[in-house]
C-alpha cells in the first residue's frame, strides 16, 4: 500500500490503544481505568507507566525519582534555566516560560542530546562487549565516527567528578537497588576513555541518568522520555525571582555590554 | 562555577548606542552596520532586513524577489496541516498567542513537512550537488542521520511527499514561479530533473523539496534555512488560531475514537 492509500486506512474513527476519557463517567489509561487502577499511586508511578506501560517497583521508582531531585537546581545562569527567568523579567506566563526553558533542555552540550546519544552508544557497546570485543576497541571506533563521546566531559567543571553522582549511588545503595550492566560499563568507558583520550573525561551524570533506566529496562528513547521533567523544579524558582525583582531586570545589560565586532558603519544609501 | 565566562554579549551582528542620560536604553541600533531606525527603516523592505541580519548583506533584486514569493508560498500551509491544525487546535480552546505559536511550531518542526525535512533535504543537496547519479544513489537508500538522536527516525527521502501520487499543482507552481526568478542553479537543475528524482524516490516531489532547492539556491545554509522555515510559517498558523477561537469550540473537529482496550465500566466496578 502507498500513497493516499495508507491515509484512507486512518480515515474515520481513530483507533487507539492510549486512552480515552469518558466525561462525567470514568477515564481510560492504556487500557487501566485511571481512577481504579491508578488511585493511589504516586505521579511518577503513572508518568513511568505513561511512557513504559509497566508498573516499577516502588525502590525504582524512589531511585529514578531522586535522579529528578538531584538535577533540579535554581541557577538562573544555566542556559535552560536562564528562558524560565527571561520569560519571568518580561512578564510571559509560566507555561511558556517552562515550556520553552523543557524545549530548550534538549540541548546538544548538556540534557537531552547527550543522554540520548550515550545511552544509545552503551547499548550497542554493551551488545559488543558482551560479544567478546574489547571496550577500547569499541570507543576508539566511536571516536572515528563521532570526535567526542557524549557523556564523558562536562561542559563545565570538566575535570571535576560530577557532584550528582555520588548522592545517586548513596540513594542506589540505600534502596538496595543494585549496579546493573549499563552502570557498570558507563563506569568502565570512563576509565577507558581517559585512557585512550590520554586526559581524565570524568563520566557526567547524562551517563548515569540513562544507564539506571536502562538496567531497568528502558529504551534510549523511554530514558528522554523519563527526563523530561527532571529540570522543572529547578526552572521554577528562576521564574518566580525573575517576577519578584521589577520587569526588566533580570541580567540587566547595559547597551555598551554589546561587544560588536562586525562591518563599521555604513549608509543604505 | 568555577569556570570563567564573560559577562557581555559579543555579536557581529547587532550594536547599540546609549541615550546620554540612560544607559539601558538604545538611542541608535546598527544591523550589519546600518542604523536601523536612523537610516535603513524608512528605505529597506522587510525581505531585505531580513536578509542582512541573517547573511550580513543586502540581497540582489532577484534574491529578494525569491525570498519574497518563498516567504509567500510558505506563509499558510492551510488547516490539515498538523502545526496549523496544533495552533487552532491551542487557540480554540483560548491559550494565549505565544503558546499558540509555541503548538505550530512544535508540531511544524519535524521530518514530515517540517523545517527538519527542508534542513535533511538540504543536506542531501550538499552531499549530492546536481549530479543525478548521486542523488539516485541516495533516494534509492537514504540514510538516517545518525545525530541527534531525539528526532523521531525519518520514514521518507527529505524533500518527497510520502502520500502523493503525482507532484501536486502548487508544488509545481511554486516551483515554476522560483524557476523564473532564478533561472540558474538548483532550482533549475531540479524542475530538469525531476522525473528521474521522482523515480528514484518513488514518491513526488514535496514542498519542503522545492524550498530546500530554494534555500539551497539562495546560499543559505541548512540551519539558516530550517529557521526561516519555522519562522515564515507561522502567520497562517496565527491567523487561523484566531479565527478558530472567534467561532468556538463547537464548530472545531472534536474526532471520534475507537478505543481498542476498553476495561468498561464493569471493568471499574470490579476493581473498585
Redesign the interface.
Given at each position: 500500500m502507498s500513497g493516499p492509500d495508507i491515509l484512507k486506512t486512518f480515515e474515520g474513527p481513530m483507533r487507539t490503544k492510549v486512552g480515552a476519557c469518558f466525561p462525567g463517567e470514568r477515564t481510560v489509561f492504556r487500557g487501566y481505568d485511571l481512577h481504579a487502577e491508578f488511585k493511589h499511586a504516586e505521579w511518577i508511578d503513572l508518568y513511568i507507566f505513561s511512557i513504559t506501560g509497566r508498573r516499577l517497583t516502588p525502590i525504582q521508582l524512589k531511585v529514578l525519582q531522586g535522579i529528578w531531585v538531584y538535577t533540579s537546581y535554581p541557577d538562573p545562569r544555566l542556559w535552560n534555566n536562564r528562558v524560565a527567568a527571561m520569560a519571568g523579567s518580561a512578564r510571559g506566563t509560566g507555561a511558556q516560560g517552562l515550556g520553552a526553558a523543557i524545549a530548550t533542555s534538549e540541548a546538544a552540550i548538556y540534557g537531552r542530546q547527550p543522554e540520548i546519544t550515550v545511552a544509545d552508544f552503551l547499548i550497542r557497546a554493551l551488545k559488543r562487549t558482551e560479544a567478546g570485543e574489547s571496550l577500547e576497541q569499541v570507543i576508539r571506533q566511536e571516536l572515528g565516527i563521532h570526535k567526542r563521546l557524549l557523556g564523558y566531559g562536562r561542559p563545565v567543571a570538566t575535570l571535576d567528578v560530577d557532584e550528582r553522582i555520588p548522592v545517586t549511588l548513596d540513594l542506589m545503595q540505600h534502596e538496595g537497588v543494585e549496579i546493573g550492566p549499563h552502570l557498570k560499563l558507563a563506569f568502565e568507558v570512563e576509565r577507558v576513555l581517559s585512557e585512550v583520550a590520554g586526559r581524565p573525561l570524568p563520566m557526567t551524570y547524562s551517563a548515569m541518568v540513562v544507564s539506571i533506566p536502562m538496567d531497568m529496562g528502558f529504551s534510549p528513547l523511554e530514558c528522554y522520555l523519563y527526563m523530561q521533567p527532571c529540570f522543572i523544579a529547578g526552572m521554577i524558582p528562576c521564574y518566580l525571582e525573575a517576577l519578584e525583582r521589577p520587569e526588566g531586570a533580570t541580567f540587566v545589560m547595559r547597551c555598551d555590554r554589546l561587544e560588536y565586532d562586525g562591518p563599521a558603519h555604513r549608509s543604505w544609501d | 562555577?568555577?569556570?570563567n565566562f564573560g559577562?557581555?554579549?559579543?555579536?557581529?551582528?547587532?550594536?547599540?548606542?546609549?541615550e546620554p542620560d540612560n544607559?539601558?536604553?538604545?538611542a541608535a541600533c546598527?544591523c550589519?552596520?546600518?542604523?536601523v531606525y536612523g537610516?535603513?527603516l524608512s528605505?529597506?523592505t522587510y525581505i531585505e532586513y531580513l536578509y542582512l541580519l541573517f547573511k550580513?548583506e543586502?540581497p540582489t533584486q532577484e534574491v529578494a524577489a525569491a525570498l519574497q514569493l518563498l516567504a509567500i508560498a510558505l506563509a499558510n500551509p492551510g488547516p490539515r496541516d498538523p502545526s496549523v491544525h496544533a495552533a487552532m487546535a491551542a487557540g480554540v480552546g483560548g491559550s494565549?498567542a505565544?503558546?499558540v505559536l509555541?503548538a505550530a511550531l512544535?508540531s511544524g518542526a519535524g521530518s514530515y513537512g517540517g523545517g527538519r525535512e527542508v534542513l535533511l533535504a538540504m543536506q542531501a543537496w550538499i552531499d549530492c550537488g546536481t549530479n543525478l547519479e548521486n542523488w539516485q544513489r541516495y533516494l534509492s537508500s537514504p540514510q538516517a542521520p545518525?545525530?541527534?538522536?531525539?528526532w523521531p527516525q525519518t520514514e521518507h527521502a527529505p524533500g518527497f511527499d510520502p502520500?502523493?501520487?503525482t507532484c501536486s499543482t502548487i508544488v509545481t507552481q511554486t516551483l515554476q514561479q522560483l524557476c523564473r526568478i532564478l533561472p540558474d542553479g538548483q532550482l533549475n537543475w531540479l524542475a530538469k530533473e525531476q522525473p528521474a528524482l521522482e523515480k528514484a524516490a518513488?514518491?513526488p516531489l514535496a514542498m519542503t523539496g522545492v524550498v530546500a532547492a530554494a534555500f539551497t539556491n539562495l546560499d543559505f545554509s541548512p540551519a539558516e534555512a530550517e529557521m526561516l522555515t519555522l519562522l515564515w510559517r507561522l502567520p497562517g498558523a496565527a491567523a487561523h488560531a484566531l479565527e478558530q477561537w472567534q467561532r468556538g469550540f463547537r464548530q472545531f473537529p472534536f474526532?471520534?475514537?475507537?478505543?481498542?482496550?476498553?476495561?468498561g465500566?464493569t471493568?471499574?466496578k470490579e476493581?473498585?
Amino acid at each position: 500500500m502507498s500513497g493516499p492509500d495508507i491515509l484512507k486506512t486512518f480515515e474515520g474513527p481513530m483507533r487507539t490503544k492510549v486512552g480515552a476519557c469518558f466525561p462525567g463517567e470514568r477515564t481510560v489509561f492504556r487500557g487501566y481505568d485511571l481512577h481504579a487502577e491508578f488511585k493511589h499511586a504516586e505521579w511518577i508511578d503513572l508518568y513511568i507507566f505513561s511512557i513504559t506501560g509497566r508498573r516499577l517497583t516502588p525502590i525504582q521508582l524512589k531511585v529514578l525519582q531522586g535522579i529528578w531531585v538531584y538535577t533540579s537546581y535554581p541557577d538562573p545562569r544555566l542556559w535552560n534555566n536562564r528562558v524560565a527567568a527571561m520569560a519571568g523579567s518580561a512578564r510571559g506566563t509560566g507555561a511558556q516560560g517552562l515550556g520553552a526553558a523543557i524545549a530548550t533542555s534538549e540541548a546538544a552540550i548538556y540534557g537531552r542530546q547527550p543522554e540520548i546519544t550515550v545511552a544509545d552508544f552503551l547499548i550497542r557497546a554493551l551488545k559488543r562487549t558482551e560479544a567478546g570485543e574489547s571496550l577500547e576497541q569499541v570507543i576508539r571506533q566511536e571516536l572515528g565516527i563521532h570526535k567526542r563521546l557524549l557523556g564523558y566531559g562536562r561542559p563545565v567543571a570538566t575535570l571535576d567528578v560530577d557532584e550528582r553522582i555520588p548522592v545517586t549511588l548513596d540513594l542506589m545503595q540505600h534502596e538496595g537497588v543494585e549496579i546493573g550492566p549499563h552502570l557498570k560499563l558507563a563506569f568502565e568507558v570512563e576509565r577507558v576513555l581517559s585512557e585512550v583520550a590520554g586526559r581524565p573525561l570524568p563520566m557526567t551524570y547524562s551517563a548515569m541518568v540513562v544507564s539506571i533506566p536502562m538496567d531497568m529496562g528502558f529504551s534510549p528513547l523511554e530514558c528522554y522520555l523519563y527526563m523530561q521533567p527532571c529540570f522543572i523544579a529547578g526552572m521554577i524558582p528562576c521564574y518566580l525571582e525573575a517576577l519578584e525583582r521589577p520587569e526588566g531586570a533580570t541580567f540587566v545589560m547595559r547597551c555598551d555590554r554589546l561587544e560588536y565586532d562586525g562591518p563599521a558603519h555604513r549608509s543604505w544609501d | 562555577m568555577s569556570d570563567n565566562f564573560g559577562e557581555v554579549f559579543h555579536s557581529h551582528i547587532w550594536e547599540e548606542k546609549a541615550e546620554p542620560d540612560n544607559p539601558f536604553t538604545a538611542a541608535a541600533c546598527y544591523c550589519r552596520g546600518y542604523d536601523v531606525y536612523g537610516d535603513l527603516l524608512s528605505k529597506a523592505t522587510y525581505i531585505e532586513y531580513l536578509y542582512l541580519l541573517f547573511k550580513g548583506e543586502r540581497p540582489t533584486q532577484e534574491v529578494a524577489a525569491a525570498l519574497q514569493l518563498l516567504a509567500i508560498a510558505l506563509a499558510n500551509p492551510g488547516p490539515r496541516d498538523p502545526s496549523v491544525h496544533a495552533a487552532m487546535a491551542a487557540g480554540v480552546g483560548g491559550s494565549p498567542a505565544a503558546s499558540v505559536l509555541m503548538a505550530a511550531l512544535a508540531s511544524g518542526a519535524g521530518s514530515y513537512g517540517g523545517g527538519r525535512e527542508v534542513l535533511l533535504a538540504m543536506q542531501a543537496w550538499i552531499d549530492c550537488g546536481t549530479n543525478l547519479e548521486n542523488w539516485q544513489r541516495y533516494l534509492s537508500s537514504p540514510q538516517a542521520p545518525s545525530r541527534p538522536l531525539f528526532w523521531p527516525q525519518t520514514e521518507h527521502a527529505p524533500g518527497f511527499d510520502p502520500h502523493g501520487v503525482t507532484c501536486s499543482t502548487i508544488v509545481t507552481q511554486t516551483l515554476q514561479q522560483l524557476c523564473r526568478i532564478l533561472p540558474d542553479g538548483q532550482l533549475n537543475w531540479l524542475a530538469k530533473e525531476q522525473p528521474a528524482l521522482e523515480k528514484a524516490a518513488g514518491i513526488p516531489l514535496a514542498m519542503t523539496g522545492v524550498v530546500a532547492a530554494a534555500f539551497t539556491n539562495l546560499d543559505f545554509s541548512p540551519a539558516e534555512a530550517e529557521m526561516l522555515t519555522l519562522l515564515w510559517r507561522l502567520p497562517g498558523a496565527a491567523a487561523h488560531a484566531l479565527e478558530q477561537w472567534q467561532r468556538g469550540f463547537r464548530q472545531f473537529p472534536f474526532f471520534s475514537l475507537d478505543l481498542e482496550n476498553d476495561p468498561g465500566v464493569t471493568g471499574l466496578k470490579e476493581k473498585t
